[in-house]
């Protein structure tokens, strides 16, 4: 099949067609973050990250939870995350923690941006991915996750944290379908 015909019949005009918007984290300053009722029927869960920042230099996670009526899901998350910083400097390492998406920096003046995707493979199994850019002026890096979790319940709720400091910036919206 040609590129033109992919481009023609794959991409609609509305890249969220399909998709129903959850009520945005609001003013983005706590240190965790809640969006809830999510409905029992979803099958995809997209998050969407716009210039989000830290308030504190100190050593702080950033993490994406997942959770269920029974509250947010603390255990049980298989992750691997590879950062980019240069050419010459790829990391990874396995995030086998209690978050989706594991330890995202600590550095204060950073803003990220980025998306992750939540897909229920199989009941109340959730598969993820995402993709971020940290950028605090001075470097950029990029840094991607993929892993899974399996909820003890059905999915209703996605939580994002911090360890030290809160959230103060930025934008955060979901999407689900």
Do not use: C
């Not at 869960?45 to 050593?59: F, G, N």
């Not at 939540?118 to 940290?134: A, K, P």
């Not at 001075?138 to 892993?147: K, T």
């Amino acid at each position: 099949m040609a590129l033109s015909q992919i481009k023609a019949t794959s991409m609609s005009a509305d890249a969220l067609s399909g998709w129903t918007e959850t009520a945005s984290i609001g003013t983005l300053d706590a240190a965790t973050e809640t969006i809830t009722g999510l409905p029992s029927t979803i099958t995809e869960l997209y998050m969407a990250w716009d210039s989000v920042t830290h308030s504190s230099d100190s050593p702080s996670t950033w993490g994406i939870r997942l959770g269920t009526s029974g509250g947010i899901v603390t255990s049980g998350y298989k992750s691997s995350v590879n950062w980019i910083y240069d050419p010459n400097n790829v990391v990874g390492h396995v995030e086998n923690t209690t978050f989706a998406i594991g330890d995202m920096g600590s550095w204060g003046a950073a803003q990220w941006s980025g998306q992750f995707y939540f897909w229920n493979i199989t009941s109340n199994t959730w598969v993820y991915n995402g993709i971020m850019r940290d950028s605090d002026g001075d470097y950029d890096v990029v840094e991607h996750w993929a892993g899974r979790v399996a909820l003890g319940g059905t999915l209703d709720r996605i939580s994002v944290s911090v360890s030290a400091g809160t959230i103060n910036g930025g934008t955060i919206k979901a999407y689900y379908k």
